[in-house]
């Protein structure tokens, strides 16, 4: 099983964008769920995490600026970026938290210009 993260795109310095990952697992709703990034160069990090109960954990870097939320029913957790900086630039990626091997997907690729 892969992730298939997607909605990233080209955006200005302080643009917004809405990134989505849906998976096909009946069990979604009871996995904790995460974005992760990867920026050229740099090891991957978790940039936010959702527990299957909707608790909600930020790096340092992004909070009161990236909001990640899940809809059960969809089986999708999503990641709402405000007040992009050209430091958020990476590919992004969705998995579980902790992250599975497996479901690594090919992400969605973020670029914030200056």
């Known amino acids: 099983l892969q992730l298939q993260a997607s909605g990233g795109g080209l955006v200005q310095t302080g643009g917004s964008l809405r990134l989505s990952c849906a998976i096909s697992?009946?069990?979604?709703?009871?996995?904790?769920m995460a974005w992760y990034r990867q920026a050229s160069g740099k090891q991957r990090e978790l940039v936010a995490a959702i527990t299957s109960g909707g608790s909600t954990n930020y790096a340092e870097s992004v909070k009161g600026r990236l909001t990640i939320s899940r809809d059960n029913a969809k089986n999708a957790v999503y990641l709402l970026m405000n007040s992009l900086k050209p430091e958020d630039t990476a590919v992004y990626y969705c998995?579980?938290?902790?992250?599975?091997?497996?479901?690594w997907g090919q992400g969605t690729q973020v670029t914030v210009s200056s």
């Open positions: 697992r009946t069990f979604f709703s009871i996995v904790d």
């Open positions: 998995n579980s938290a902790p992250p599975i091997t497996g479901w």
